[in-house]
């Protein structure tokens, strides 16, 4: 088990709602990633926050935004929700930005869109 | 769309058999990492090779790189029934700054 910690576990909305998810990251990391796994897939990056901004987007629309805090949590909202984002969005630590950093997942948190 | 491809999609061995899987990139990258994930849950960070490196070990994982092919092999030894679990490899492009991941490996291992 890793020290992030992701909230909550499971959420379900209905389509056209606002989500808000939370995520802890594992002490001294400053550096944020969220990814999307739809069923079946591997993870989809979404963005990673460093120091409370955005430092890098992935191929997602701008209903998909985050938030980084001084004390390096991170919130992903996503606004508008479709049936697709249905999913398990997980975050991940890391202590820096650079991609050869070993990242360390939270336990995800589902999401269902009915 | 994902940079890297596993192959086989999934892969069912006795206890104690070895296991291999294979990952297939597209594009030149800086590092290649292995991740496994339980049941749906969060990965677990296996293993990074530099591009400049061709064998890495850790335990009874060994991992294979081969930049002219661009592909990697992830070997398990003397699998446990604990090692039942979808296992991913992840790339960083030399041109861009996120991590990659692959469809991933589904392995069952059997008591």
Not at chain 1, 46 to 51: D, N, V
């Amino acid at each position: 088990e890793t020290g992030v910690t992701q909230s909550p576990t499971h959420l379900i909305k209905t389509r056209g709602q606002q989500v808000t998810l939370r995520c802890s990251s594992q002490s001294g990391h400053n550096t944020v990633s969220w990814y999307q796994q739809a069923l079946g897939q591997g993870p989809q990056f979404i963005f990673q926050y460093y120091r409370e901004e955005e430092n890098g987007r992935g191929n997602f629309p701008p209903r998909f935004s985050g938030l980084q805090f001084p004390n390096y949590s991170s919130e992903l909202n996503v606004n508008a929700l479709e049936l697709d984002d249905s999913a398990l969005y997980l975050c991940a630590s890391s202590l820096g930005t650079g991609l050869s950093y070993e990242q360390y997942f939270g336990p995800g948190t589902r999401l269902t869109v009915t | 769309s994902q940079q890297g491809e596993e192959d086989p999609q999934a892969l069912s061995i006795q206890e104690g058999e070895n296991a291999t899987m294979n990952c297939s990139y597209k594009t030149s990258i800086n590092n290649l990492q292995w991740y496994r994930q339980n049941s749906g849950r969060g990965l677990v960070h296996l293993i990074l090779i530099r591009s400049n490196e061709r064998e890495k070990h850790s335990g009874r994982l060994r991992v294979t790189l081969d930049t002219s092919k661009k592909s990697s092999s992830l070997l398990i030894t003397a699998s446990r029934a604990a090692d039942t679990a979808s296992y991913f490899c992840a790339t960083d492009a030399t041109d861009d700054y996120k991590l990659s991941f692959g469809a991933g490996t589904t392995v069952t291992v059997r008591a």
